[in-house]
């Protein structure tokens, strides 16, 4: 069946400008999650939706990150005024319910010149 | 200090060698533990669980020592298609979260 996906694959922008982070969760999948990885470092989470209840957003490095995810599928991750900082991978993942394995989506790779 | 500790490497080593790589967690309260791969420029997947007994997959073995707070996967045999970055992967309990370790890469070579 189909897996996770996102898009766009790779998303190139100026500093200062919004960027909007797409991700397709695998269907049924109730919980959602977004990480970042910068170039050669693990995996840091940022915010998790499992169904109807308010999203787990501990990991959000600042406010101009926010996420929201419509009608329990698809997701959008939102990064206002953009800085070069926030270049990395942005990895997306789905699951039924824990302590179910996660599957990621191929990322989106963000450079921010 | 890191929530999930993890050597690495790079771990340089020729074909058919054996290989094993530690983790350490802080969180007492973790239940669940997972050994995850991801190779260059791709997704981390699951390669396999770790459970308090100790669980094999072919070559692969994977160790839990709650006291200890550690973790382990031994790789057997390794083969050119083994080389990738192992993700030591932790989820405390009552969470659906999982924290992952920066990884240790691997490469093993003719």
């Known amino acids: 069946g189909a897996g996770v996906s996102q898009s766009p694959s790779n998303k190139v922008t100026e500093k200062g400008k919004d960027v909007e982070l797409r991700c397709d969760p695998i269907?049924?999948?109730?919980?959602l999650y977004w990480y970042r990885q910068s170039l050669g470092q693990g995996l840091e989470f940022l915010i998790y939706?499992?169904?109807?209840?308010?999203?787990?957003k501990s990991g959000l490095p600042s406010d101009r990150f926010s996420a929201e995810r419509t009608g329990g599928s698809v997701s959008t991750l939102t990064i206002q005024r953009t800085q070069q900082e926030d270049s990395a991978v942005y990895l997306c993942?789905?699951?039924?319910?824990?302590?179910?394995?996660?599957?990621f989506g191929p990322g989106t790779r963000l450079t921010v010149l | 200090r890191k929530e999930v500790e993890q050597d690495p490497g790079p771990f340089n080593v020729p074909e058919g060698a054996t290989v094993a790589f530690n983790c350490t967690y802080s969180?007492?309260?973790?239940?669940?533990f997972f050994w995850y791969r991801q190779d260059c420029r791709k997704e981390p997947k699951l390669l396999m669980s770790v459970y308090s007994s100790g669980n094999e997959d072919g070559r692969f073995t994977a160790q839990l020592n709650r006291a200890s707070q550690y973790i382990s996967l031994l790789i057997r045999d390794s083969k050119l298609s083994d080389s990738a970055t192992y993700l030591c992967?932790?989820?405390?309990?009552?969470?659906?979260?999982?924290?992952f370790g920066a990884g240790t890469r691997l490469a093993v070579h003719p």
């Open positions: 939706f499992q169904g109807n209840s308010a999203p787990d």
């Open positions: 969180n007492s309260a973790s239940q669940s």
């Open positions: 269907s049924g999948h109730t919980a």
């Open positions: 993942a789905s699951n039924r319910d824990a302590p179910d394995t996660q599957y």
């Open positions: 992967v932790v989820r405390a309990g009552g969470y659906n979260k999982l924290i």
